[in-house]
């Protein structure tokens, strides 16, 4: 808590004290030390000053000082006291309690993860935090701060992780967040992550977080990589010249990460002997208008308070809009500026060069001759085989094919490869099922277990190994870096429809799942491309679609399955790339921003990254399990097994049909009690709750021959896709409990002898599941990205009709061949 947030006569302990220089010197000096009580004495909103009692005198400070020092209320202060300590504090009986307690309490140290983006900073954080965001060699990745924590030594290490930036100045939306992010929570200690195979770019920014001049530990991240190059780095000169202790590490195994911690901590102390604060020198006409700046940003007591002045005048000086927007409340705002872009004209006339390019010509000067020194041998080893993949992969005869036989083989696998787990799986749903029909009494709690939970669960559990060897392919073409390269192959064709290759990347995510897909959205800068990108995304078919697809192509397409995934993917992909064309024509118009894609060298992706991502997936869909999809499956049981009918309420007309609708086949060797049995469990479903609904809904299926409950299973898919295949599970009951919800889909009816489904109904089926409905989180995501509700409501009822319309279509070609 900040001390602004004191309200009139409540009382905290300072923690803290924040910000910079002259600033910390003068409250310091004012009696704002760590331990001391404060009291709020008047706080008239939106007044300056505030006054506050310490010491027994009145100070007044300004809202935004008072938003520089942390406190921590009096009440939760004791509260945190344990007894241990408080006993501890009698025995010693020490005078200044509340100093002793604030050093503890100061064992907190807010770190920022802060460097280029795809170097590794999501990795160094789930390592260090116990974490499992998503990681990916391309950049993008991580679209807001993801905060976690550990206790180390003592401390509580509080850890953010940041979008990657080139460099701080506020252009694009990340580089916004970041400078934001460092202005209004002023870590304790930055830790900037840098790529040791590619050392001169990411330490451009390291240039401009050493003009900030705050506690800082450089992350010499993939060394592994710079070790295999045969390269050698004398970091410890380097960390000395820059005077920012550097740690080597490698954040995908954790090699370093422990090293990495005690130097934070050192450099929180202020113990590290590297840290040393240093200029990185430009030539002397840019030195000469920093200076001038500085003056005038030190003659101005409101500003330094969040970065340095050297940091402010540079930034300043390259024309940054946020470092404007910091000032623009001071007093001297307007001679600020004037004298700014005196200084600048002054400067391009000396050396005929603008003041930005000079300034980056200067740092990156500074970079070069630090690193001749303490480099030896050169970093493009790796490069080379690199190149060589490259030459193939994005080639452009090669390009195309190469990635559609990678989705092939991907399809395949997770098809051929994952029906042995899945048969495994299935033989203990069904023992367990069997185990339940033989030793429970027969009643509604048996019905339960039996069609409801095992029918519902059991349904959909067979398939987590299909859904872990895609994710494992997922994550394979992320961490290797080859994902990056399909969004580079795929600029072109997106580029036809309005978008650029950056979109590529969330809809990539969204063959995961469509939800953080969304989010990741906030990469792109141009708005009408960002809202194309999130309507198509539901098209990506994400990965709880893969049950429905798993089981129907198991059960009509045994041999088939990999051709049936990849046509139904790929049919995704044509449908929103068409919309998207639709879109940019009808409704947004043309609004292209140019993109560098940034082509990371290839990568082995460590088993380790591989499989915490694996199991984070495994542990989701578990949850999902136990959760959403038990309760959906109970309700739709429910539904279908209430009102209860007996053979006497069953209408004779009902009867009459029935019995003349009765294929000869399906009668033969089955008593009339059976039949009897038969005929009442069918008008049982139909005259459900639920079937009443289902017969309400079946004229939209009936198109494609489906029947209600396949209606019903749609409906049900709205809540999530998985839900489809489990509420199938509870209605489709078969004779013997113990048969495959695929077996079931197959056997025909005992009463009319037809199955469910035909080869033509489940590839209608399938397409209507592909393109219907977005699930409701889907569609909350995208109201909520969006900031409109219209967007939601055209994704519903767009991708409906479509669905619809395909399914129709796909249902007649389909029945003309088989
Ligand atoms: P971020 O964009 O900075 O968050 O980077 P990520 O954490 O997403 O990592 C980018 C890629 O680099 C991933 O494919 C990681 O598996 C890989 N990676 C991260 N750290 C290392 C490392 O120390 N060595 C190697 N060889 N690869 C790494
Ligand atoms: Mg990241």
Not at 164 to 191: F, H, K, N
Not at 194 to 209: K, Q
Request: charged share 20%; aromatic share 10%; with cysteine.
């Amino acid at each position: 808590m900040k001390l602004v947030d004191l309200q009139p006569g409540e009382t905290g302990v300072i923690t803290k004290i924040l910000g910079h220089g002259a600033f910390r010197k003068r409250v310091m000096e004012m009696g704002f030390v760590r331990g001391r009580e404060v009291t709020c004495m008047l706080n008239a909103p939106l007044m300056d000053p505030v006054k506050y009692a310490l010491m027994d005198y009145e100070v007044s400070l300004r809202r935004h000082e008072a938003s520089m020092i942390e406190i921590m209320p009096l009440q939760e202060w004791h509260e945190h006291e344990t007894d241990a300590e408080k006993a501890e504090k009698k025995a010693t009986a020490q005078h200044d309690e509340n100093a002793d307690h604030a050093v503890r309490h100061d064992k907190i140290i807010n770190v920022a993860l802060l460097g280029n983006p795809n170097c590794g900073k999501t990795s160094l954080f789930n390592i260090v935090s116990g974490s499992n965001e998503h990681v990916g060699n391309y950049a993008g990745v991580t679209v807001d701060a993801k905060s976690g924590h550990l206790n180390y030594k003592g401390y509580r290490i509080n850890i953010v992780d940041l979008p990657g930036t080139y460099s701080l100045s506020a252009y694009s939306p990340e580089e916004q967040y970041v400078v934001r992010y460092l202005r209004d929570e002023t870590p304790d200690v930055m830790v900037n992550v840098i790529v040791a195979s590619n050392l001169e770019r990411n330490l451009y920014m390291t240039t401009e977080l050493i003009d900030m001049n705050r506690p800082m530990v450089i992350a010499l991240n993939m060394y592994d990589e710079l070790e295999k190059s045969g390269a050698s780095l004398k970091y410890k000169e380097l960390g000395a010249m820059l005077g920012v202790p550097i740690v080597p590490t490698v954040a995908a195994t954790g090699r370093g990460v422990h090293q990495l911690l005690d130097t934070i901590v050192e450099v929180y102390e202020m113990k590290h002997p590297d840290t040393r604060h240093i200029h990185v020198k430009m030539s002397p006409e840019i030195e000469a208008g920093v200076n001038v700046l500085r003056e005038d940003l030190k003659a101005e007591s409101n500003v330094p308070l969040h970065f340095a002045t050297r940091y402010l005048a540079i930034k300043l000086l390259e024309n940054d809009p946020e470092a404007e927007l910091l000032i623009r409340n001071t007093r001297d705002y307007n001679k600020i500026i004037a004298d700014r872009d005196r200084v600048a004209a002054e400067i391009k006339q000396e050396i005929n060069e603008d003041v930005q390019t000079a300034i980056a010509a200067n740092k990156y000067g500074f970079i070069q001759g630090a690193l001749a020194e303490t480099l030896e041998g050169d970093l493009v080893h790796e490069e080379k085989t690199t190149k060589i993949i490259d030459a193939v992969v994005t080639n452009k005869l090669f390009g195309f094919p190469i990635f559609l036989a990678a989705m092939f083989i991907i399809f395949w696998c997770t098809f051929e490869v994952g029906s042995y787990p899945m048969e495994w799986i299935e033989n203990l749903v069904s023992w367990v099922s069997q185990l339940v029909s033989r030793f429970m009494p027969a009643g509604p709690l048996k019905d339960l277990l039996l069609d409801g939970i095992i029918g519902g669960v059991g349904g959909v559990i067979v398939f987590l190994p299909n859904i872990l060897i895609l994710y494992f392919f997922i994550s394979f073409m992320e961490d290797s870096g080859y994902m990056a390269r399909v969004a580079f192959i795929m600029d072109k064709l997106m580029h036809k429809m309005g978008l650029h290759g950056k979109s590529f990347i969330p809809l990539v995510t969204g063959f995961g799942c469509n939800v953080p897909a969304i989010m990741s959205t906030r990469i792109i800068e141009s708005s009408s491309s960002r809202l194309i990108t999130i309507l198509i995304l539901p098209f990506m078919s994400c990965s709880a679609r893969l049950p429905i697809y798993v089981l129907l192509a198991g059960a009509f397409f045994p041999h088939h399955g990999a051709i049936v995934f990849f046509g139904l993917y790929l049919l995704g992909i044509i449908v929103a790339i068409l919309t998207a064309k639709l879109l940019r024509k009808f409704w947004f118009k043309d609004d292209e921003t140019p993109f560098v894609m940034e082509l990371p060298p290839y990568r082995v992706p460590t088993s380790k990254a591989v499989m915490r991502s694996m199991w984070s997936k495994a542990k989701q869909y578990l949850q999902k399990m136990g959760g959403l999809i038990l309760v959906a499956s109970i309700i739709i049981w429910a539904l279908s097994y209430f009102p209860r009918y007996s053979y006497e309420n069953v209408p004779q007309s009902y009867i009459d049909t029935a019995m003349a609708e009765m294929p000869e086949s399906a009668r033969t060797g089955k008593s009339d009690e059976e039949i009897n049995e038969i005929i009442l469990h069918t008008y049982q479903q139909e005259h459900s709750i639920l079937g009443n609904i289902g017969k309400f809904c079946e004229p939209v299926v009936r198109p494609m021959e489906l029947g209600w409950q396949s209606c019903v299973s749609l409906l049900a898919g709205m809540a999530a896709k998985e839900v489809v295949v489990s509420t199938m599970g509870v209605l489709y009951v078969g004779d013997d409990d113990a048969d495959a919800l695929s077996e079931r889909l197959k056997t025909p009816s005992p009463l009319t002898g037809k199955t469910p489904f035909t080869i033509p109904s489940a590839i209608a089926f399938l397409v209507f599941v592909l393109l219907y409905f977005p699930c409701i989180a889907t569609l909350t995501a995208t109201i909520r990205e969006s900031g409109n509700w219209r967007y939601g409501l055209f994704s519903l009822c767009y991708n409906t009709l479509l669905a619809w319309i395909l399914a129709v279509l796909a249902f007649n070609i389909a029945n003309i061949f088989c």
